[in-house]
């Protein structure tokens, strides 16, 4: 899976992961009121919850990234 870690000590229930995934990857919790991967297979690994969680909850497997690619023609 893409979605190594969301971490639930960190996590504050912002839903920011929620807005920001476009393949609808996370929920939140109803009785702990804080983000988890509800759908990890259909992770795909734009890194939009990584980098729009505010306290850093997330962690994407650096093992199934790809390296983005620019073309400067």
Request: glycine share 4%; hydrophobic share 35%.
């Amino acid at each position: 899976m893409a979605i190594q870690q969301v971490d639930q000590r960190r996590c504050i229930g912002c839903r920011t992961c929620v807005v920001t995934c476009p393949t609808d990857v996370f929920r939140l919790d109803a009785g702990t009121r804080r983000a988890l991967a509800a759908y990890p297979s259909e992770c795909q690994i734009c890194h939009m919850c990584e980098n729009y969680c505010p306290v850093g909850a997330i962690t994407i497997s650096s093992d199934k990234s790809m390296p983005i690619v620019t073309c400067w023609a």
